[in-house]
């Protein structure tokens, strides 16, 4: 039995957003790995669940400190607010690896009794290049303003990760980055609930566009759409979505041929992807990798993307690639009709099994590269 400490920021279950659903899915496979696991959570919101005490050999949780001032401290927010004392006891009950789950974690992975442990960072973003992109999209003042400072106290922090003997990026861009600033860096793909091929033969009759709209980035990009793209075409649209803006649902509100589906479970978002005739993805932040574009293909039959949402992917071949508003117009008036067979479903699962998103293959890799770890790779 092989052993192991897992971090998450947040608690993993349900799975449902980017971050933990990568969690949660790398602590099944683990688990059918014969990893013996004790997870830490920290807990700002969502429940305990007795799903993950199925995984786990022991669960430990601690209250994330939500109240402190955001503004005041020379650490990030992100990883400042996640610094129980209780969390190095608990990892030094005994001498397994610890896998930190992104930076936020990373509050004692430089302390000196942990200096002869086994640790791996899972980097889930390049994340000041990120807290600057949503600096960019938020139009609330106060809002703006800490994303630009926890970006400049993000890029200080940084340092740190040399403290990891090992960094797992999720994206093969974020991989050529941290090759540049870390020893030892090794691409790990996301894990994700897919298995298998789910898609099904024929045609749908609405495009989907789906994300947590509760996000400026998803919000900013579904108002895109609405103005630029939707507004253009007749065939009908569902944008489905948590905690959409004001404004989104106003412009849904006008157009007759957009419904809005608001606050609805994961089980309904894979029914909405597997029934949609194209699913449409557009971002405009080329960070991470974005599981509902891994999830879209997987269930769903055409998969529509800007060149954003598929960069260092590898996934071209079986997205429709559009450049322009005008561009994802016309494509939509083509692939609206066109039906997605037999053949086309084969062939998706052809290259989704030799691609790097393989489950298979990043269950493989992480489960080699923690059982492998020797005594000497510390020195």
């Known amino acids: 039995m092989k052993t192991l400490h897992i ?6 279950f ?3 957003y980017g971050g933990v659903i990568d969690i949660y899915y790398k602590l099944k496979n683990l688990k059918k790995n014969n990893f013996k696991i004790t997870l830490h959570c920290f807990e700002y919101g969502r429940e305990r669940s007795k799903k993950l005490d199925e995984l786990c050999d022991k669960i430990y949780y601690y209250k994330r400190n939500i109240y402190k001032n955001p503004l005041t401290s020379n650490l990030p927010y992100i990883v400042e607010t996640r610094s129980s004392k209780y969390v190095l006891r608990n990892l030094l009950q005994d001498e397994a690896p610890i896998l930190f789950e992104g930076l936020h974690t990373t509050y004692f992975l430089d302390h000196p009794q942990l200096k002869n442990r086994y640790k791996i960072l899972r980097t889930h973003n390049v994340e000041h290049e990120y807290y600057k992109h949503l600096e960019w999209v938020e139009k609330n003042f106060f809002k703006k303003y ?3 400072i926890e970006s400049e106290r993000l890029k200080k922090y940084q340092k740190r990760i040399h403290h990891a003997n090992l960094l797992c990026p999720l994206s093969l861009k974020d991989e050529l980055y941290f090759k540049k600033i870390h020893p030892n860096v ?3 793909a996301p894990f994700h609930i897919n298995n298998e091929i789910l898609i099904k033969e024929g045609k749908g009759d609405f495009i989907l566009y789906h994300g947590n709209l509760a996000v400026g980035e998803n919000n900013q990009a579904a108002l895109f759409l609405l103005k630029e793209v939707f507004s253009k075409i ?10 959409p803006s004001k404004e989104l649902t106003h412009l849904v509100n006008k157009l007759p041929n957009v419904s809005l589906q608001v606050n609805i479970g994961s089980d309904k978002i894979y029914e909405l992807i597997q029934q949609a005739q194209i699913n449409l993805l557009y971002t405009e932040q080329a960070t991470g990798v974005k599981l509902k574009l891994i999830n879209s293909l997987y269930l769903g039959k055409f998969c529509m ?4 949402m598929i960069k260092g992917t590898k996934l071209h071949k079986e997205c429709i690639v559009c450049s322009s508003p005008i561009d994802f117009v016309d494509q939509i008036e083509f692939y609206f009709q066109a039906n997605f067979d037999a053949k086309k479903i084969k062939e998706r699962k052809e290259f989704l099994k030799n691609s790097i998103f393989d489950l298979a293959k990043a269950t493989k890799n992480i489960v080699s590269l923690i059982s492998s770890q020797k005594q000497e790779a510390l020195n």
């Open 7 to 12: 971090i998450a920021f947040d608690i993993p």
């Open 14 to 16: 349900p799975a449902n």
């Open 146 to 148: 800490f994303f630009r």
């Open 186 to 188: 090794k691409f790990i």
């Open 234 to 243: 007749k065939f009908p649209v569902i944008i489905a979505g948590s905690k």
């Open 305 to 308: 993307v800007n060149e954003k």
